[in-house]
């Protein structure tokens, strides 16, 4: 079956709109939002939401919004929640965002004109090839853009607007979440599952179009506590064990060709310092421990201890302790329990005149925390590319299509249901 709707779509001025208005989050806050800025985001959402007639949208105290589209069908559909984020990378700054679009792209490399060093190059963003005749929207090289994740929250707009405009189009309850905080890992730590009401869940914040991604990382975080021996540097003579020389050791033996973000790829995980800390006394090594099957966790976590105790051998008065801290886990186990989620989604990606790619996500999303709380969540291409950075970009048409996606997948649960 392919597409009879007659789409007409508002998602890149939608998309315009968002990206202006800074959003970044700052993992050193400890409030929620981490930024009262985002709400500056989230209460306009919540404003077009209820202009389109969603009576219950309204951003709440913590900085996430909540709307559900009521059903059209009268058979018993599955509630489906379609969720962004609408923080921005703590990476990158997000203040000051001028979009520039370029209009029916002819190929080649892309300029940016705010900074002549940042340069779209086709061969380190091969997608480029597929975006010929394509509106492709950038920054002017000094922010990031934001499609990251205000991709997702347009189209999810886009896709609400356009069935409350079609209530001949028959769906099943729909609820509509943007989350605050993704960015810093704790996008879903003040999420309402019970106000949400949801079964299921797709999280729009994927890259190339036509993927859908069941899998991420699982992901530990370790931390490395060194006790060394300090004494007045005047009298240390075989007496002091420094503890950031015993730091340092423990980094200079990590695998130099392996197991690191910098030499892996695909399904390979990796061990990654993320901090450093200390003085003559006591340091701190953090690090980043990732891969997809929990057995490359424990494997990566024995090697960093074993690394750990060998290095100690040098320092036989110091002391050492190894904290390892679950972060979250590869969604897969959770999702795979209804195939119908991901498959109606291949299918919805098909009606919308494009060739599903499954995928695994080098990192986690809000979805796979929300898989273990009990909403399992999928990730469906958003079209961001080049996140995190001065050279990100979405085409227009590409945003369209996951528009499209999420009708017809609204469509397909109530069809089979
Ligand atoms: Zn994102």
New binding site residues.
């Given amino acids: 079956m392919t597409s009879t709707l007659a789409f007409t779509h508002e998602v890149a001025e939608r998309f315009l709109r968002y990206v202006v208005i800074d959003t970044q989050s700052d993992p050193s806050s400890p409030t929620c939002p981490s930024t009262a800025k985002q709400k500056n985001l989230g209460r306009l959402l919540a404003a077009e939401l209820k202009e389109m007639g969603l009576a219950d949208a309204h951003l709440d105290e913590h900085g996430y919004v909540y709307a559900t589209i009521p059903a059209t069908s009268d058979k018993k559909v599955p509630v489906i929640c379609f969720c962004s984020?609408m923080d921005t990378s703590p990476d990158c700054t997000g203040a000051n965002v001028r979009p520039q679009i370029v209009k029916n792209y002819r190929g080649g490399d892309i300029a940016l004109p705010g900074d002549p060093v940042q340069v779209i190059r086709v061969a380190d963003y091969p997608e480029l090839n597929n975006q010929i005749g394509n509106d492709i929207i950038t920054t002017d090289g000094t922010t990031l853009l934001g499609a990251?994740?205000k991709a997702g929250v347009a189209e999810i707009m886009d896709a609400a607007h356009f069935l409350l405009r079609n209530p001949q189009i028959k769906h099943g309850t729909i609820k509509i979440l943007f989350t605050p905080d993704?960015?810093i890992g704790r996008g879903v730590d003040k999420v309402d599952l019970n106000k949400l009401g949801a079964d299921f869940a797709y999280t729009m914040?994927g890259e190339t179009a036509g993927t859908i991604e069941d899998e991420t990382f699982s992901a530990d975080g370790a931390t490395i506590t060194i006790e060394g021996v300090s004494t007045h540097p005047g009298f240390a003579k075989g007496k002091m064990e420094h503890a950031i020389k015993i730091a340092a050791g423990i980094i200079e033996r990590l695998p130099k060709d392996a197991c690191s973000p910098e030499t892996t790829e695909g399904r390979q995980g990796f061990l990654h310092p993320i901090g450093i800390s200390g003085a003559l006394e006591q340091a701190t090594l953090g690090f980043i421990v990732r891969d997809f099957a929990e057995a490359g966790l424990k494997d990566k976590e024995a090697l960093l201890e074993n690394i750990v105790k060998d290095v100690m051998k040098g320092f036989p008065r110091s002391t050492w302790r190894m904290e390892v801290k679950e972060q979250y886990r590869n969604m897969k186990v959770v999702i795979d329990r209804h195939p119908e989620i991901v498959n109606y989604a291949i299918e919805a990606i098909r009606r919308a005149g494009l060739q599903p790619v499954r995928s695994s996500i080098r990192g986690g999303t809000d979805g796979s925390r929300l898989s273990f709380m009990g909403l399992p969540c999928p990730n469906i291409f958003a079209g961001e590319h080049a996140?995190h950075s001065r050279l990100e970009w979405v085409s227009r048409q590409d945003m369209e299509k996951a528009v499209q996606t999420i009708v017809h997948l609204a469509m397909i649960w109530e069809e089979r249901a």
């Fill in positions: 984020h990251d994740n993704e960015e914040d996140f």
